[in-house]
């Protein structure tokens, strides 16, 4: 499901809805007009959520400080502000003395990202000192902001599908691999971002997923969202939220799960009929 699809699925709604349907800004802005009532979607993102929780969902280090406010766990984030374009917001102790306690606090191994990236661009886990400093210093020549994290030893990555109170589909994420000569996997990718080559399985009723599914909700509500898509990692530790989204791409879901196409569909039927009563 490339982006024309995504259009293809847009249109095909809007027609069975009998609902305008108008590309703006080079397809960039969806402008939808049904009885006087105009809604937007943007990049994934439709009019279903107050500004300042989408905000929030854009902002690692937020959205980590509130979830951690309401005892939900939480992945812990470390904020680390641009010393050049966030100079007055910085301490006059800088930031070198606290990421150097972090890092051997957390056993010698941070992941450092852009505290508003996605689709783990820009990511870098580091080993040493040496692979901080760089992934600092290269992150703040493009970003005010940047999020640090512990290294989690993730078992594995859940992504679910939420809106307006409903968990839609939930699907397990492993990393890249390929097979060994005596077929066992050798990963070939620390991440487990689909874009990144990860590959996806629909997760099965039962227990463990009725937990993943209580944890998004909950996740939601903390941060009164209507519409998101939130990633919960599954360590021996336990549960925890890794990542809240704001909006809600299919697109590589899709590529490998083509059957679920109709479900994804009326997912985006709910969430547009939802926004056009609004």
């Not at 690692?60 to 939480?74: A, D, Q």
């Not at 990202?113 to 783990?120: A, D, H, I, R, T």
């Not at 030893?153 to 839609?168: A, M, P, S, V």
């Not at 549960?239 to 985006?268: D, G, R, W």
């Amino acid at each position: 499901m490339n982006n024309n699809s995504f259009y293809k699925i847009l249109k095909d709604i809007c027609n069975e809805e009998n609902i305008n349907l108008e590309f703006l800004s080079q397809g960039f802005i969806i402008q939808l007009t049904k009885n006087g009532i105009v809604r937007h979607i943007v990049d994934n993102s439709f009019d279903l959520n107050p500004h300042a929780s989408a905000s929030i969902a854009c902002d690692k280090f937020g959205t980590y400080e509130v979830l951690k406010s309401k005892n939900i766990p939480v992945i812990e984030h470390m904020l680390i502000l641009n010393p050049i374009t966030r100079y007055n917001y910085i301490n006059d102790n800088g930031y070198f003395k606290d990421i150097i306690d972090y890092f051997y606090k957390n056993n010698n191994k941070l992941v450092i990202k852009p505290n508003n990236g996605f689709q783990g661009i820009d990511v870098y886990l580091c080993n040493s000192l040496k692979e901080v400093e760089y992934a600092i210093l290269t992150l703040f020549k493009k970003h005010n902001s940047i999020s640090v994290c512990p290294f989690y030893d993730i078992k594995k990555e859940y992504r679910t599908f939420y809106l307006n109170g409903e968990c839609f589909l939930t699907y397990g994420k492993e990393k890249p691999f390929i097979m060994g000569d005596n077929g066992e996997k050798i990963y070939t990718s620390w991440k487990h971002n689909l874009s990144c080559g990860a590959t996806c399985k629909l997760l099965e009723n039962g227990t463990f997923k009725n937990e993943i599914i209580n944890l998004t909700q909950k996740t939601a509500k903390a941060m009164n969202l209507n519409y998101a898509a939130i990633d919960i990692i599954d360590t021996d530790s336990g549960i925890f939220v890794l990542e809240v989204n704001a909006s809600a791409c299919m697109t590589h879901f899709l590529e490998q799960i083509p059957e679920c196409y109709n479900l994804c569909k009326e997912f985006y039927r709910k969430a547009i009929l939802l926004m056009m009563h609004s």
